[in-house]
């Protein structure tokens, strides 16, 4: 299986040939492994991947230790269920690249919160008639128990805190990839607000680009023997008209 952590954009639409689709961009990736989970260690396989940025000072002690080596604190760290999970070790970046134009895919993100509301949005409830003496009650729940228990049975449908649960929507389809910028564009569309996460998954084989290492140059000296006679000669010419500027300018302080 194939994953990436991403950012909702606003939805759009785009042509593809004759026909207009209504579209989601998501800003996905580059994610980096910050942890590898193996059975052998923790009982089952996962990825963990880290996606954004955040500020330093909002990370603790124990934070910084397991993100060292990182070039910043990640915002999102999500972890992905694999069985190829040996495969790959810290460092290793996840990006666009591991998914094609045509991937069948699942998004799960945080779904819109929206407080406190009745039935009939809620529930879907139809509600009763306007008139025949309904007076505001068009919208009310209507009738909640038997008399014989005198009690609300668990789970009956009320009114009650709307939204901000997980939500996966699955089988979508991408139209376009964007490798420059990081963009996946998706066919219709995905839950939670705009710049909300998202979790994206397909099936197929997760690659990795792996971080190149930081080579630092190494400087060998250079022993006098080693010089070019003309280099050397030009060296010391150098030298000497130093001298001379700097015997010229004790004269005239003097």
Known sequence: MKFISGKKMSMTQMWVGDKVLAVTPVQAGPCQVTHVKTKATDGYEALQLAFGERKKKNVNKPQVGHYKGMEAMPKHVREFRTTEAANFKVGDIVNVETFEVGDKIN??????????????????????????????????????GPKGPAHVFKGTRMGGRMGGERVTTANLEIVKIDVENNIIIIKGAIPGAINGLVLLNAAGEL?????????EPVIEEVKAEEVAPEVKEQVEEKVEEVKAEEAKTEETVS
Not at 119 to 128: I, L
Not at 207 to 215: H, I, L
């Open 207 to 215: 690659k990795v680009n792996v971080k190149p290492a930081v080579v």
């Open 107 to 144: 998004v799960t993100g945080t779904s819109k919160g929206k407080g406190f509301q009745g039935v009939v949005k809620r529930h879907h409830f139809a509600g009763f008639r306007k008139t025949h003496g309904n007076k505001d009650q068009e919208r009310m729940p209507g009738s909640i």
